[in-house]
């Protein structure tokens, strides 16, 4: 089944730990997306990616990096810079930038302890 | 983007139909409607979009006013599993610029 994967369904960091979320699609996609959730918010863009080895910083990139290595991989990190990181983190994939029809992940919760 | 507004929320007894509007009274002649919703927990899934003809699928009907300003997404026979946030966005499509805004969206509660 194609599809967007995301893991760990739940996550738990430390203070000053960074940590990372995985985020897979075998759906031949171009471009990757990092949403992040706040309880009853909407979503916000914190990176996305167009291509391979490219990406660009969304509205609230600050605390947070990303890497494309792979068109199938697009993996987040929210480092110690990240002072406020308990949310609920999507990543979205599309088959080229920009298209509005995006698939989902089913999300990662990340709290902090 | 054209900016939009939807209620908060909203209430539908299971079985009927369930309309839930959107005002983008700033829309452009470019800019379609697209419709997503988000079930508790879940990501946001695709539901329909369109650009000034009325439009239907397996999932849900969307009607455009004549001028573009508002739409409606209606769920013609509502289920408890249609208990969501419902996403209003308004776009240019294929633009190959930034991603999609989502804002708070309306939340349906489908009660039986």
């Known amino acids: 089944d194609g599809g967007i994967t995301q893991s760990p369904k739940y996550l738990f960091r430390k203070e000053g730990q960074n940590v990372t979320l995985s985020c897979e699609q075998n759906?031949?996609?171009?471009?990757m997306y990092w949403y992040r959730q706040d309880p009853g918010q909407g979503l916000r863009l914190i990176y996305y990616?167009?291509?391979?080895?490219?990406?660009q910083k969304g509205d609230i990139a600050e605390g947070y990096s990303v890497s494309r290595e792979k068109k199938e991989s697009f993996p987040l990190t929210v480092t110690s810079a990240q002072k406020n990181p308990t949310a609920f983190y999507l990543c979205?994939?599309?088959?080229?930038?920009?298209?509005?029809?995006?698939?989902f992940g089913s999300g990662t919760q990340l709290s902090v302890l | 983007d054209a900016k939009t507004t939807q209620p908060p929320s909203m209430d539908c007894a299971e079985g009927r139909a369930a309309n839930l509007p959107c005002n983008h009274s700033?829309?452009?002649?470019?800019?379609?409607v697209y419709w997503y919703r988000q079930i508790h927990s879940q990501g946001p899934q695709y539901i329909i979009h369109?650009?000034?003809n009325n439009e239907t699928n397996e999932m849900a009907s969307l009607i455009i006013t004549e001028d573009r300003k508002s739409s409606t997404l209606i769920l013609p026979h509502a289920t408890l599993r249609d208990t969501a946030v419902y996403y209003c966005?308004?776009?240019?499509?294929?633009?190959?610029?930034?991603?999609?805004?989502f804002g708070k969206g309306t939340r349906l509660s489908v009660i039986a």
């Open positions: 979205a994939s599309s088959n080229r930038g920009g298209n509005e029809k995006l698939f």
């Open positions: 759906l031949n996609h171009d471009a």
């Open positions: 990616s167009q291509i391979v080895n490219d990406f």
């Open positions: 700033t829309i452009s002649g470019n800019e379609y």
């Open positions: 369109g650009l000034k």
């Open positions: 966005i308004v776009r240019v499509r294929n633009s190959g610029n930034t991603p999609l805004v």
